[in-house]
């Protein structure tokens, strides 16, 4: 996993010399794309969401696209549309921004269910389908959405199946103030991310993301994944548990953060890590325990210290 962890330490390094003092977002993003999986970033605005999208995009040298979701947005503006040649007398497809290989989607709380539903096809597929005609993605595909918190006026939540469709759910939070300040020093004369240079190229990274696959995962690690997520579908506080998909999350991204600490097999620490981060967004709360209060993050961290963690011998790699 040699390959894996110097293509990964490249990118952070790269992106951290612009997103400044938030080490654990830029190593769960890196996470995320050596599992061509796709991020909601759900935090205020102002805090470096549109920033973290390029600067990865920059460090990797892949096409990027902004989507900006409005409340008027239609689902053919971000998957495209067919118009009418008259050269050619022939229908022609226009691409919308979704052709691209790194697409931030931003603020898409505030579209409609309808235009977020856009996006389906794109992120699991990664292809989209316009008038019956199917259009393929270019790998490396990655989907960075953007949401404000659902108690701003003017957002839409997103509806379940569209949540669980992103691999990890994170927030960036605002700097400290020794950070801050250095954030001031750097943008004195220009934004860092106009000196910032591609590292990584794309050829590298899908072959990063097929080694992290192979990755050995010890059966009671599995185990461990399966009984942690199957404790939030019995969870009495929880009105929906995460599915089989949420299991494979965890799977994957523990296989990309041992790959990053330069191991050859997943730990129980990679499963407890990544759990807040892959398994709230797809957790649904009871009316009852949301009266309460409850949050599916509390929820999540009772499960982490009532289910056993598997202890014993952890065999070597394959």
């Excluded at 595909?141 to 949540?163: C, D, H, K, S, W």
Aim: a negative charge.
């Amino acid at each position: 996993m040699s390959n894996v962890q110097a293509v990964g330490q490249r990118l952070i390094e790269n992106v951290e010399r612009v997103i400044i003092g938030k080490h654990d977002t830029v190593t769960l993003s890196v996470v995320g794309l050596l599992c061509q999986g796709h991020l909601l970033i759900e935090d205020v605005p102002g805090v470096g969401k549109t920033m973290l999208a390029k600067a990865i995009a920059k460090s990797i040298g892949c096409v990027f696209r902004r989507i900006q979701f409005t409340p008027d947005m239609l689902p053919s503006d971000v998957t495209g549309v067919r118009i009418f040649d008259q050269k050619t007398g022939e229908f022609v497809f226009q691409p919308g921004p979704i052709m691209a290989q790194i697409v931030l989607a931003d603020e898409i709380n505030r579209a409609t269910p309808k235009t977020q539903s856009a996006l389906l096809e794109a992120m699991e597929e990664r292809q989209v389908t316009v008038d019956g005609e199917t259009h393929h993605l270019s790998p490396p595909f990655m989907v960075i959405a953007t949401q404000n918190p659902i108690e701003y006026e003017g957002t839409f939540p997103l509806p379940e199946a569209q949540r669980d469709r992103f691999l990890l759910r994170i927030s960036i939070g605002y700097p400290d103030p020794k950070t801050e300040v250095s954030i001031l020093e750097d943008q004195q004369i220009r934004h860092p991310l106009e000196t910032i240079e591609q590292v990584v190229g794309a050829d590298e990274l899908l072959t990063a993301q097929t080694e992290v696959r192979s990755l050995y995962v010890d059966d009671l690690v599995k185990s461990y994944i399966v009984d942690l997520v199957g404790q939030t579908r019995r969870h009495d506080d929880v009105y929906l548990g995460a599915s089989p998909r949420g299991s494979l999350t965890l799977y994957r991204a523990a296989q990309a953060r041992a790959a990053l600490d330069g191991r050859t097999y997943v730990i129980p620490d990679d499963v407890k890590y990544l759990a807040p981060y892959a398994l709230p967004h797809r957790m649904i709360v009871s009316p009852s325990a949301r009266i309460k209060d409850v949050s599916a993050e509390s929820i999540l961290r009772d499960m982490l210290n009532s289910v056993p963690v598997p202890g014993g011998v952890v065999k070597s790699a394959r």
